[in-house]
């Protein structure tokens, strides 16, 4: 009911209460261990595969490269969620501040972005491993790996950027994030009015996110 008949904007600084998941009273030590366990699990294994790739020059080629990157997104994605995840299950307390949130909700669609390019860079290096097995490492060369990750990672930070930017003139007029960790969505769900722009381009990232296969990485034909 707060998201709804509070019409006054907030003003800094703002803290916001996340709901999106229920504790019952006793049974925060046991959801911080499994917290725990899980974000131990995600730095273990992506870090070992990492460590692997590194330490064997026989795994320095673009697809175990690739992979590289996708480990660094799922540590990405999971270090902006499980830490304060565990926190709030540890002492109780589930408030974010609003720079905090914009942080933890950048950093996870960073992540969704960047998961989607990378494997976009990833199918097309299959592609001409496949299909052109003679000019792959022509065409594959270590510059021109490194030049798509790269881009790939750009795209991701650029498109998240803009989506985040337009946040600077929202009006907000409430503080329950109904979900777990935070995101634009469930941030933009407590403006004081529509926000048509915000919708808008968000949309527009996500059909640009279906024409990156086809236009995203020319350099790669």
Known sequence: MENITRLTPLKQPIVFELEGFDVPPGYGSLFFILALINYTVVLLGNGVVAFVIIIDKNLHRPMFVLVC????????????????LMMHFLTGQKRITYTSALAQ???????????????????????????????????????????????????????????????INVALCGTTIKHAYCSNNSILLLACGPTPINNIYGVTVNMEKLTIPSFGFPMLS
């Open 69 to 84: 990157h996708l480990v660094v997104c799922d540590l990405l994605g999971g270090t902006a969620v499980l830490p304060r």
């Open 105 to 167: 909700a950048y950093s996870v669609h960073v992540y969704g972005t960047a998961i989607h390019t990378i494997l976009v860079v990833m199918a097309y290096d299959r592609y001409f491993a496949v299909c052109e097995p003679l000019k792959y490492p022509i065409i594959m060369t270590s510059t021109r790996l490194h030049t798509s990750c790269a881009v790939a990672w750009i795209i991701s930070l650029v498109l998240i950027g803009g989506l985040f930017a337009f946040h």
